[in-house]
């Protein structure tokens, strides 16, 4: 086996550890009786599956060859190894492939979400989702739907770790009232604070996340049209966390904040 350098883009380690993981069980094979087939130590199969060392790239295509995985999957899962030693990693929506933003929200010890625009899913009221709708001219029947679905998803992400959102108050405007005092009371949950940003101290500047994860490694996510680019080059990172900083100093609790 061999070793890889240190410090690997955090979102793909974490989306290739778990995308091994599931090629293993996927075959109802234990972690031991794998490792003993593959010749290779059970400690170092378990690394590889929780993020905490990264396999060499021969290593990775050894597990997928000997589980027989699809085609089009061990090209997935061979593209994320190759992705680790590049500081940026690009995560495409419109292919159904979550793994990457998955893992990351599943795993960070700490979130830093800024909201300029629009009012993180998680907290949207089935109000800020209607006025959303009802502004692209959806029908009733469409617009019933899309709430359905909306409350499907809040259900299936949930909150992990602690998480500190700064919203935009502009992202309010399409339910003020409701989605306010929707705020508000998330602002009490355990483990979340979320803030208003006045619109005097908002500036142009588009939405980002960032995850700690253990030993404050940070990563910043981006999103871009159908695209999740994740950012763990240590200047850049800096760069997003001195700004989150600067926002929530010009923040306002949900209880406190007024509209002009």
Avoid at 153 to 167: A, I, P, S, Y
């Amino acid at each position: 086996m061999r070793m890889t350098k240190a410090n690997p883009c955090l979102p793909s380690l974490l989306a290739l550890s778990t995308s091994l993981r599931s090629a293993r069980t996927a075959e109802g094979l234990g972690l031991r009786r794998l490792a003993h087939k593959l010749g290779i130590p059970a400690q170092a199969l378990s690394l590889w599956e929780t993020g905490k060392r990264a396999p060499a790239i021969e290593d990775v295509a050894h597990v997928l060859g000997f589980l027989r995985v699809s085609p089009e999957e061990y090209d997935r899962i061979m593209r994320l190894r190759r992705q680790l030693e590049n500081p940026i990693s690009i995560e495409t929506l419109d292919a159904g492939s979550t793994s990457q933003r998955r893992a990351m929200e599943e795993l960070a010890m700490r979130t830093f979400e800024w909201a300029p625009h629009v009012v993180p899913e998680q907290l949207q009221t089935p109000h800020y989702i209607q006025a959303i709708a009802q502004g692209h001219a959806v029908g009733p029947d469409d617009l019933d739907q899309a709430v359905f679905e909306h409350q499907v998803r809040q259900l299936d992400q949930g909150w992990t770790g602690h998480r500190t959102v700064l919203v935009g108050a502009a992202a309010l405007a399409p339910a003020i009232d409701p989605q306010l005092q929707a705020l508000r009371a998330a602002a009490n949950l355990p483990g979340l604070v979320v803030k208003i940003v006045p619109p005097s101290v908002a500036k142009a500047i588009d939405p980002f996340t960032i995850y700690e994860g253990q030993g404050k490694v940070f990563t910043v996510a981006l999103r871009h049209q159908d695209n999740i680019i994740f950012v763990s080059e240590p200047d850049a990172v800096q760069g997003y966390r001195s700004t989150f900083k600067a926002l929530e100093r010009g923040s306002v609790a949900c209880a406190d904040f007024r509209f002009p």
